[in-house]
């Protein structure tokens, strides 16, 4: 199964202003990471998956959601992808999330144009 950094471009920055902070860590460059481009996926599509619902609650996140519900914590960024609210503090308690499943069907629909 993919993991957000599959497929990715990745960058090497050697770049002058890091220096100290390569030094420090016996590091010559930096990597950071491209976009990843994520499929859009249809209304038929999102017909075909089962959609469970979930409050969100004081102490929820999306690593503990994705631990709940896919056995993972690396897919905590489909729920935020398919919630179109990719970070923890979007999120206010009482906040409906969609967790799109089965996790292998989901995936598919994510990366099927990579």
Do not use: A
Request: net charge neutral.
């Amino acid at each position: 199964m993919i993991s957000r950094n599959e497929k990715r471009e990745i960058f090497m920055n050697d770049h002058k202003m890091y220096e100290s902070l390569m030094e420090k860590r016996g590091l010559s460059s930096i990597n950071h990471y491209g976009r990843y481009n994520i499929s859009e996926i249809g209304v038929e599509e999102i017909k075909q998956l089962e959609i469970i619902d979930h409050m969100w609650r004081t102490g929820d996140s999306l690593y503990k959601l994705s631990h709940k519900y896919y056995g993972s914590v690396k897919y905590w960024w489909i729920i935020g992808w398919f919630n179109k609210k990719p970070t923890d503090v979007m999120y206010k308690t009482g906040t409906l999330v969609h967790i799109p499943t089965p996790l292998e069907e989901i995936l598919y629909y994510v990366d099927r144009d990579g």
